[in-house]
């Protein structure tokens, strides 16, 4: 635990040498984690700056607003349309390049207008593990990533959460919708639509970490490995195949290698 600590420190250094920070602020576990410390840091020299789009659940939106105001934190909420951004749609390997590029550009526009100094977002040590081309326009535009910085990892930062009872310790990770499709798929409006309501029916039903993957008209379930016995069972599988394909999907198939971060990926070799 020493070794988290003296992290944990070194977050702290760097959020204060910053002076004031725009936190981007999804209301997932490391955002969160981010969040937190810096406002404890930094006090009013922060702000969480949450974006509401067709790529990002409304529930977490939801969470994110309820986060800050239980907290006091000066919250920003800006719309922003990825749609609109030339390239987005057509899902080339280098989307989230292109997505990040323009929303960040955006909240560096809202934290010098806000007159904080320096943008900051959560990755974490582990995103260095998986293709992450967002990551590279992070780092042409000079976005602080302080909790890659400080060397956290997301197990640690899921530690360092519960000790501060951040109601997101034990949350799932996530990632934006636009990420459920086979790079080259058309993303649009209706597809997002049809993507959220399916893993909102799953979450309801009880499944945390899950993904509903599109490819065409199928639906590829993913779940932890120890859920698949349950999601597989007649009387769950034949409610969700029913409710899947009431949203458009015209086949429902369950991925018996489970729930992995970035399986889209696995394409791209």
């Known amino acids: 635990m020493e070794e988290i600590y003296q992290k944990y420190q070194k977050l702290k250094d760097i959020l204060a040498a910053a002076g004031s920070v725009a936190v981007a602020f999804s209301g997932g576990v490391d955002s969160t984690f981010l969040m937190d410390t810096a406002s404890e840091v930094l006090g009013q020299n922060t702000a969480a700056i949450t974006v509401s789009s067709t790529v990002f659940p409304k529930r977490e939106k939801t969470e994110a607003e309820d986060f800050c105001a239980e907290r ?66 992070i780092g042409e535009l000079g976005i ?5 910085r400080a060397g956290l990892t997301k197990a640690e930062i899921r530690i360092l959460s519960k000790e501060r009872n951040l109601p997101t310790f034990n949350k799932p990770s996530y990632a934006c919708l636009a990420t459920r499709f086979v790079y080259g798929e058309t993303i649009d409006e209706k597809h997002l639509a ?52 009431e949203l458009g999907f015209r086949y429902v198939s369950l991925d018996l290698k489970g729930y992995r971060t970035g399986s889209m990926n696995e394409v791209l070799g």
């Open 144 to 148: 602080l990533s302080p909790l890659r």
């Open 72 to 137: 006091g934190i000066r919250h920003i909420i800006t719309e922003f349309d990825e749609l609109s951004i030339p390239g987005f749609r057509e899902n080339p390997p280098d989307r989230c390049y292109i997505c990040k590029k323009e929303l960040f550009r955006k909240i560096q526009a809202l934290a010098a207008e806000n007159h904080l100094a320096a943008v900051a977002e959560g990755s974490n040590m582990d995103d260095m593990q998986d293709y992450r081309p967002g990551l590279r326009a």
């Open 194 to 245: 049809m993507v959220e309501e399916a893993e909102q029916f799953l979450y309801d039903l009880g499944f945390r970490q899950m993904r509903v993957r599109i490819h065409g008209e199928l639906a590829r379930i993913e779940v932890l490995p120890e859920m698949i016995s349950k999601i597989a069972s007649p009387e769950i599988s034949s409610k969700i195949s029913e409710r899947l394909t």
